[in-house]
T-cell receptor, first 115, second 113 residues
Framework: KNQVEQSPQSLIILEGKNCTLQCNYTVSPFSNLRWYKQDTGRGPVSLTIMTFSENTKSNGRYTATLDADTKQSSLHITASQLSDSASYIC??????????????FGTGTRLKVLA | DVKVTQSSRYLVKRTGEKVFLECVQDMDHENMFWYRQDPGLGLRLIYF???????EKGDIPEGYSVSREKKERFSLILESASTNQTSMYLC????????????FGQGTRLTVV
């Protein structure tokens, strides 16, 4: 079954600390893996996108890794800020026939950064 | 710098009403999507469209229909709103190939009373 699982469900950290969010997937055929940040009541905003051949990608204080062999990804946030408080969603793109594709979403990790 | 715009942030409708949610993108994207997002369930695909006048059912199409008369506009229609359709609705658009960036609208919080 094509699934994306994220852990932990929620996380609380102090401002300035680092944290790592996990994503495991069983999606096939795989095209790419994306991480999105979603502020409460808003639409998701893209952080990174990685294809099969990429194993790390950074966007400022956000660094995503991908191990396509074990089908795992992580999102590392460095020196967290209050504005990092949000839900982080892992999304895997599954290839369908005829050149079309489908996004498979994880349920997200809710991060709270405390002052 | 707005790329995907949904017509309403918040909507309150009565049971049985016909509801229209509009989405417009300015990136000339071929693909457009409608999702609903509920706590603990993640985003679930309702319908998607890969071209004008084309539509495909997603995972939860029951009770919904869509319209795409122009490339930039994708409408979601609730024929007869019910309380179990209370949710956050998100529109997204992306290019033709699987590795293109996908952009989401700001979401519409629909409450059916």
């Amino acid at each position: 079954k094509n699934q994306v699982e994220q852990s932990p469900q929620s996380l609380i950290i102090l401002e300035g600390k680092n944290c790592t969010l996990q994503c495991n997937y069983t999606v096939s055929p795989f095209s790419n893996l994306r991480w999105y940040k979603q502020d409460t009541g808003r639409g998701p905003v893209s952080l990174t996108i990685m294809t099969f051949s990429e194993n790390t990608k950074s966007n400022g204080r956000y660094t995503a890794t991908l191990d396509a062999d074990t089908k795992q990804s992580s999102l590392h946030i460095t020196a967290s800020q209050l504005s990092d408080s949000a839900s982080y969603i892992c999304v895997v793109t599954r290839l369908l026939g005829s050149g079309t594709y489908k996004y498979i979403f994880g349920t997200g990790t809710r991060l709270k950064v405390l002052a | 710098d707005v790329k995907v715009t949904q017509s309403s942030r918040y909507l309150v409708k009565r049971t049985g009403e016909k509801v229209f949610l509009e989405c417009v993108q300015d990136m000339d994207h071929e693909n457009m999507f409608w999702y609903r997002q509920d706590p603990g369930l993640g985003l679930r695909l309702i319908y998607f469209s890969y071209d004008v006048k084309m539509k495909e059912k997603g995972d939860i199409p029951e009770g919904y229909s869509v319209s795409r008369e122009k490339k930039e506009r994708f409408s979601l229609i609730l024929e007869s709103a019910s309380t179990n359709q209370t949710s956050m609705y998100l529109c997204a658009s992306s290019g033709m190939t699987a590795n293109t960036e996908a952009f989401f609208g700001q979401g519409t919080r629909l409450t059916v009373v």
